[in-house]
């Protein structure tokens, strides 16, 4: 290997090495700094249109607005359902979390403290369903929701959530509570604490770090979904966020700063979080393919 | 006593596995069995008819204008994995190399290039929707101000490319995933084996190829399946931007929106086809699960470990 890693290479002396080391930090700067402006220019844009009116959008659409002029804002706040659907939002994705984390948590506990025949199984069966794209069984699902009579009820969207959140969270908890060192339990099992005990009051507080994995990586796909209200949910008033958004986009499609202001609005809230955040953002949604 | 004793750990440990349980099969297990049960038959709206063996595959794949359709689809779909591979994997892959030497900044840059992923896809869409349009939007302003005037035009609005911004629009949303993902790959190559490429060579070209692309074969496995299987998924984003046909002219027409469209059916008048749509759901199905399995373990046996 080493000789055609010579080849390839024109074996550098050290001063011009040092040199080309120089030049690729440059490079590696420029690339980056054009990167990061590519990501943020349009969300710096998009807030600094909801401030403006339409002529002003269209002749300096780059221009700095008069950040005190908060028509927009206001029309989007008395005007709009966005309000109810921002709180409906915050019920689904808080209900789903909650019994994600919980049932997640006690599938994972049992598989990965007790032996029992078929652990091995049930775990392959919950994380079998972490890659099937459920969207394609949307025409049974859509069916099942009728025959439950739930169709058009956030109690729909919820089980679904339910369902898809827990592959992950099953996987990533037990993977954690495998981890956690056997002593605790049993020298409280000795002194005859029961299994429910033993769970609640000492290994529980121990998994805290890896529930905010879990959540996150199941959050942020929950808060943000589409596809199931799109088929789930017609009534206006049970419209979550991306559901709400598309169809105010659809009715103010000529006011542009008001549809600015809309995307805007509904963003802030998870770039604020992502920005205090962004490590455990970062692991926990990326921790599915970072082992 | 002792029996006692089991019974009760096992209804203990029945207790915390049955209601997880129940939600995985109730809703995901029983609806994809279903999916493939429902395309044998013949539907009327909501109303299930005849067994009719294999004729909704037949007509997906066979009978006009559904089989030019699918096609058409398909190939999109093809279209759009390809260039989201080198477009936000390639770049990805690209952005991580650089962020591991670790400059001055790159704990920003590292932020900035994953905020997009958190937004969420129906925000992206209409975000660029926005940008790109072609007399207001704030692309072609930009590039009349650069003295780009001639390269303006109507992005979303015709054939060759509008499916091109599409795909701008998704890898700007999630080119921060496989870039960390490939990152996280590269910080845990070991200190002693760069120490040893170093006193071997000078060429950076010889380090990637040689020794970091192997070594982050496990982030590639991963990032390359769920781009394949988000990729003939995609439906949000040509959703928001072209609209439930794939305009213009069915150029932008991928298996998602046309899956939906047969399903559910459209504003045009077309009514819902649970069969057609049930049997193009099995086959997308059947597609992704045979390719990605074979993808993910053909790419496994690539893996080093260290």
């Known amino acids: ?291 | 006593m002792f029996t006692k004793q089991l019974t009760g750990r096992r209804l203990w440990i029945a207790a915390l596995i049955m209601p997880p349980l129940v939600f995985v099969c109730l809703f995901i297990v029983y609806p994809i069995i279903s999916a493939f049960a429902y395309a044998f038959f013949e539907w009327s709206g909501l109303a299930r008819g005849d067994f009719v063996w294999f004729e909704n595959f037949h007509k997906v794949l066979f009978v006009e204008p559904f089989a030019s359709r699918t096609v058409n689809a398909f190939s999109h779909n093809v279209f759009v994995f390809f260039a989201l591979m080198v477009f936000q994997n390639g770049l990805g892959f690209v952005l991580a190399y650089f962020l591991w030497r670790e400059l001055p900044g790159f704990r920003f840059h590292r932020i900035a290039v994953f905020l997009p992923v958190v937004l969420s896809t129906i925000v992206v869409g209409f975000l660029w929707r926005l940008f790109f349009h072609p007399l207001f939007g704030p692309v072609n302003a930009g590039l009349k101000a650069l003295g780009l005037g001639f390269l303006t035009q109507p992005w979303l609005g015709q054939d060759t490319t509008a499916l091109w911004s599409i795909v701008f629009a998704n890898a700007w949303h999630m080119v921060g995933f496989p870039t960390l993902v490939f990152l996280a790959g590269m910080q845990r190559i070991p200190g002693e084996v760069l120490d040893a490429v170093r006193m071997e060579t000078q060429s950076e070209w010889v380090k990637i190829t040689k020794i970091v692309w192997p070594l982050v074969a496990p982030s590639a496995t991963v990032v390359f399946t769920l781009l394949f299987v988000g990729a003939f998924n995609w439906f949000e984003l040509p959703y928001i931007m072209v609209g439930l046909e794939g305009s213009p002219h069915g150029s932008t027409d991928v298996l998602g929106l046309y899956f939906y469209r047969t399903a559910f059916g459209n504003q045009s008048g077309a009514p819902p086809d649970f069969g057609a749509g049930s049997a193009l759901a099995v086959l997308i199905f059947l597609f992704i699960a045979i390719v990605a399995g074979t993808l993910t373990i053909r790419m496994r046996r690539r893996e080093i470990e260290l």
């Open chain 1, 1 to 291: 290997m080493t000789a055609s890693a010579r080849s390839v290479s024109s074996v550098p002396t050290v001063s011009s090495n040092r040199s080309t080391v120089w030049t690729l930090d440059a490079l590696v700067q420029v690339v980056l700094i054009a990167n990061t402006l590519v990501m943020l220019v349009p969300i710096v844009i998009m807030v600094f249109s909801a401030f403006k009116t339409n002529v002003q959008i269209f002749q300096s659409p780059f221009s700095i607005p008069d950040f005190t002029n908060l028509t927009n804002l206001t029309k989007i706040w008395t005007q709009t359902n966005f309000l109810r659907y921002l709180g409906n939002s915050f019920f689904v994705t808080g209900v789903s979390m909650l019994l994600i984390l919980t049932l997640g948590t006690m599938a994972a506990y049992a598989i990965a403290r007790y032996r029992f025949t078929g652990s091995g199984f049930i775990l392959m069966f919950f994380v079998a369903g972490l890659t099937l794209p459920l969207k394609l069984a949307i025409i049974p699902l859509f069916i099942l929701m009728r025959d439950l009579g739930i169709l058009n009820s956030h109690a729909a969207l919820i089980v679904v959530y339910v369902a898809t959140g827990l592959p992950t969270t099953v996987f990533i908890m037990t993977g954690f509570i495998r981890t956690l060192p056997s002593e605790l339990e049993d020298a409280a099992r000795m002194d005859g604490a029961s299994e429910a005990l033993i769970m609640w009051k000492i290994m529980l507080p121990l998994v805290r770090p890896a529930m905010v994995i879990a959540g996150i990586q199941n959050v942020v796909p929950i808060w943000n979904d589409f596809f199931f209200p799109l088929v789930f949910i017609q009534s206006d008033g049970l419209k979550t966020l991306p559901q709400g958004l598309a169809s105010f986009m659809g009715e103010y499609n000529t006011d542009w700063g008001v549809l600015f202001s809309g995307l805007t609005l509904s963003v802030l809230p998870i770039i604020i979080i992502y920005i205090l955040l962004s490590k455990q953002f970062i692991n926990g949604m990326t921790s599915g393919a970072v082992k």
